[in-house]
Structure formats: C-alpha cells, structure tokens
C-alpha cells in the first residue's frame, strides 16, 4: 500500500472580539471544524481517538486579542499555502481570520517549541499636563531607551519619569512577572503613547531568564497607572519571535531557515 506524502502548512490568524474569550482547546476545536468544511483532506494521528495533525502556537490568557496566533498542519495533498489560506477564511469566522500562510518543505520543530519571544502592546492614556508647557526631550544616557536604538518623541517632564522607571525596573530583570527582552514606546497623539513589551516566552539555555507573565505585568502596570495617573486604553499580543543566531524572526520567517 502506497504512503501519501504529507505537507505541512504554516498559517497565521486571529483572535478577536469574542473570540479572544475563547481557550486554547476551544480555539482548535473551531479551526478542525473549519478544515472538516473546507474539504482540505488533512492527516490525522494513529491510534484509537484520531485526530487532524493541528499544532498551534503558545496558548495566551483569557480575554487578550492577539492578531499573531500561529498554527502547523500536516495535509494529504499538494496544496497550495494561498489556496489553503483562501478555503480556510471562507469557513472561518471574520475574528479568526488566516492572515499569511506558506508551505514548509522537508521537517520543522514544532511551532510552539521554537517561540522565544512574545510582543504585547499596551495603548496608554497619560492625564494631560495642567499647563501644557513642562515638555521636553529624553535625555541621552546609558540608562535611557534612546540609547538602545528606541525613538522617543517630546514628552513631559512627569511622563518621562514614568517611562524611564518602566524600562529601568523591568527590562532585561527577572521579576514575578516574568523577563522582558526590551520595550518600546511609540507617541500615537497629544498624551497617548503605544507600549511595546517583548518578553521571554521560554527559558533561554544558559540565561538568567524567565518566563512573562501577562498577567503578572498587567496587574502590576495598573498599580502603576493607579499611582502615576495614566490608563491602559487597549492591550494585544501583535506578534511573536524565534531567536536565532543573533536575529530575531517571525515564525513564518523562521520556516525559511531551516
């Protein structure tokens, strides 16, 4: 008997609106069901309870919109990753939507296996000055985030304090919110500033490094948004890295080098 070849498709999708209540086991659930519409003839495990070969990405807490979900799965044919992408959205609801997908030729660590680093974004909301005219410029040092290459635009006196103490106390520390890798900030308008957190999604061998903690560090920037007097607007995981060596790469990204 002649064994179909298998590929395997790399696809990424996803998760909002009320989806992002959705757990992970819920969220595969929905994607077979997907594939069983679609008509793509997927490969299933052996043994008694079979199931489509479907990997998917580190799961994510509860309540969190992610646009950078990531999945592998083994198919029986020859199919194309734009005409896989284009079945799959047809059965897919519009908060589950494939976004890029590509065919991976030969094998591949698992996808979950190969994330280093996860990208939350918080969109925060700083009270407006009482004069509007305490602005200037961050300065440059060794401590700042300038210094690693991060554009800052004019800020206020008091938002900077509050910047630098972030980036200060949390990047590149352990804490029991896990270790982040480094962060960003992004004006957006007049006292609205978008935060980018780059934490470690696995212990790195031989690094003094820690798992983030979403949760952890939400908690805790709210307690800060309490004191400080600024508010988290929206947060979302916008996408996640493999780490190697010396580049960071997206997973689809990461395909390609094997």
């Not at 996803?14 to 086991?25: D, M």
């Not at 300065?139 to 635009?153: A, D, L, Q, T």
């Not at 896990?178 to 992004?186: K, P, Q, S």
């Amino acid at each position: 008997m002649q064994t179909l070849k298998s590929v395997t498709i790399r696809f990424k999708f996803c998760k909002t609106g009320v989806f992002k209540y959705l757990s992970h086991l819920d969220i595969l659930t929905v994607i077979s069901r997907a594939v069983s519409r679609s008509g793509v003839r997927v490969k299933f495990s052996s043994g008694f309870n079979a199931k489509p070969k479907i990997l998917l990405s580190n799961p994510i807490p509860l309540g969190v919109e992610s646009n950078a979900e990531y999945g592998d799965i083994e198919l029986l044919e020859d199919t194309g990753a734009g005409e896989f992408k284009d079945l799959m959205n047809k059965n897919l609801p519009q908060m589950m939507q494939i976004s890029d997908a590509i065919k991976i030729d030969g094998k591949i660590p698992g996808i979950m296996s190969q994330i280093d680093l996860v990208c939350y974004e918080f969109e925060i909301g700083f009270k407006k000055d009482k004069n509007g005219t305490n602005r200037k410029k961050l300065p440059h040092n060794k401590n700042s985030p300038e210094s690693s290459g991060i554009k800052f635009k004019t800020i206020s006196e008091e938002q900077e304090t509050i910047l630098s103490a972030l980036f200060d106390a949390k990047s590149g520390h352990c804490s029991s919110s896990g270790t982040i890798h480094r962060y960003e900030v992004l004006t957006l308008a007049n006292n609205i500033f978008l935060l980018k957190i780059f934490g470690y999604a696995k212990i790195l061998n031989g690094e003094n490094r820690s798992v983030f903690k979403f949760n952890d560090f939400f908690r805790w920037l709210s307690e800060a948004a309490e004191t400080h007097g600024f508010a988290i607007l929206s947060s979302r995981k916008t996408e996640v890295y493999v780490m190697r060596q010396g580049r960071i790469l997206t997973p689809l990204e990461a395909a390609f080098q094997v």
